[in-house]
């Protein structure tokens, strides 16, 4: 077995999703394998339509701050999340939703990008993941 | 043996590092990728990765003064 990475993403902020998939498209690109266990609010980024559109974890300020470091990162030439998903996946990463918080916000399978979901599970499923990863994070 | 070519002028991270990692699944043993980019930290980030996975960096080159390089790697 290869070295790997495996990252909660609780968090569906845009920045810190931009987080996640950048270091977890990172790790995949230095030869390891890769694997983001999504929970809570991650959750919602997973819903159709919805993956660009977390606020900004700080000064969001309605909307207005996220616009800013938006034509910020536009300027930079920073990819879109749409991209670095499509990347994650095309080089074999792989995406576990948590299946305790679809119950509780109320989010069926219907309501997910289903496609790039390839583990659907609870913490059991994380631990396994992660015992012999290298690298886990919390985001 | 093949010839691939990676353009990542303009792009920054992690692009440069995804991309070349898709070349090197693309490309068979023996084949001959060349990177073109101007992120500084890929610069030395590609050969990192490079060695990680055992393979061979040929070249390093910095062209248009300093404001592009270049990355011969064999597959």
């Known amino acids: 077995m290869g070295e790997k990475a495996v990252i909660v993403l609780h968090s569906g902020d845009m920045d810190k999703v931009y987080s996640a998939l950048i270091i977890a498209n990172g790790a995949l690109a230095m030869g390891m394998e890769a694997s983001i266990f999504i ?10 339509g919805e993956l660009e559109k ?3 974890s700080k000064m969001n300020m309605m909307g207005l701050g996220r616009q800013m470091i938006k034509k910020r990162m536009d300027k930079a030439n920073v990819v879109s999340l749409e991209r670095l998903m499509s990347d994650f996946k095309e080089l074999g990463g792989k995406i576990i939703a948590c299946e305790m918080t679809m119950e509780i916000m109320g989010i ?10 390839d583990e659907w599970g609870a913490v059991g499923t994380y631990i396994q993941e992660a015992r012999d990863a290298n690298i886990t994070l919390f985001i | 043996m093949a010839e691939l070519e990676v353009d990542v002028r303009g792009q920054t991270c ?34 990192m990765a490079c060695e990680a996975m ?16 270049e990355i011969k790697i064999r597959r």
């Open chain 1, 39 to 48: 929970t809570f609010w991650g959750l919602m980024r997973l819903k159709k």
């Open chain 1, 54 to 56: 977390g606020p900004l």
């Open chain 1, 108 to 117: 069926t399978k219907e309501d997910l990008r289903t496609e790039w979901v």
């Open chain 2, 14 to 47: 992690p692009v440069p590092l995804v991309e070349c990692r898709k070349a090197f699944k693309k490309a068979s043993p023996g084949d001959l990728v060349i990177v073109k980019g101007t992120h500084p930290a890929s610069k030395k980030e590609i050969p």
């Open chain 2, 54 to 69: 055992g393979l061979k960096v040929l070249e390093i080159e910095d062209k248009e003064g300093g404001k592009e390089w």
